[in-house]
Antibody
Framework: EVQLVESGGGLIQPGGSLRLSCAVS????????MSWVRQAPGKGLEWVSI???????YYADSLKGRFTISRDTSKNTLFLQMNSLRAEDTAVYYC????????????WGQGTLVTVSS | QSALTQPPSASGSPGQSVTISCTGT?????????VSWYLQHPGKAPKLMIY???KRPSGVPDRFSGSKSGNTASLTVSGLQAEDEADYYC??????????FGTGTKVTVL
């Protein structure tokens, strides 16, 4: 059974850092494309980042330089390192598997809430 | 990259059909056949309903269908049921390893 379980969210002060994790079971993170998507309270979905099976990483233009996506293949886990956090980064963060040939997000985690506030 | 444009809301009575549009540019929807659609119930994770413009994942009812013309993709839900009431989002590959979501549409079953 495929499962994606995010963790690491919480309350963080502006300017702080946080690392989100997405523990995956049922498939190998290393041989799949993986993405992070976020959703601010009461707002729509926003694509954040992708890591390809070959290791290439890409980000939404608005986030470049502050967020870093990575993976640990031994733990089959995806990460999102978030630095210099701002109030507007407050959102539920979802990890998702991206189809290699379809570029669609077929499997999602339940999300983890990040609140940036003083 | 600007968000794709969706109508904020759409509605229909049980059994009727509703069509949601998703308008982009030649750099995203118009340039690629990588448009997918997601249903999201309140407090839940999104669920893939349509991929590659017209294809349905296994388990998704054939009441859901997708299409594309130029820079606009569409999702049609036929034979509306109460459980179809949800938020719907489109997303398109936008080239240069970027993706862009639509603004979202709230579908109400009257």
């Amino acid at each position: 059974e495929v499962q994606l379980v995010e963790s690491g969210g919480g309350l963080i002060q502006p300017g702080g850092s946080l690392r989100l994790s997405c523990a995956v079971s049922g498939f190998a993170v290393s041989s799949n494309y993986m993405s992070w998507v976020r959703q601010a309270p009461g707002k729509g979905l926003e694509w954040v980042s992708i890591i390809y099976s070959g290791g290439g990483t890409y980000y939404a233009d608005s986030l470049k330089g502050r967020f870093t996506i990575s993976r640990d293949t031994s733990k089959n886990t995806l990460f999102l390192q978030m630095n210099s956090l701002r109030a507007e980064d407050t959102a539920v963060y979802y990890c998702a598997r991206v189809g290699v040939t379809t570029l669609s997000l077929g499997d999602w985690g339940q999300g983890t809430l990040v609140t940036v506030s003083s | 990259q600007s968000a794709l444009t969706q109508p904020p809301s759409a509605s229909g009575s049980p059994g009727q059909s509703v069509t949601i549009s998703c308008t982009g540019t030649s750099s995203d929807i118009g340039g690629y056949n990588y448009v997918s659609w997601y249903l999201q119930h309140p407090g839940k994770a999104p669920k893939l309903m349509i991929y590659e413009v017209t294809k349905r994942p296994s388990g998704v009812p054939d009441r859901f269908s997708g299409s594309k013309s130029g820079n606009t993709a569409s999702l049609t839900v036929s034979g509306l049921q109460a459980e179809d009431e949800a938020d719907y989002y489109c997303i398109s590959y936008a080239g240069s390893n970027n993706f862009v979501f639509g603004t979202g549409t709230k579908v109400t079953v009257l």
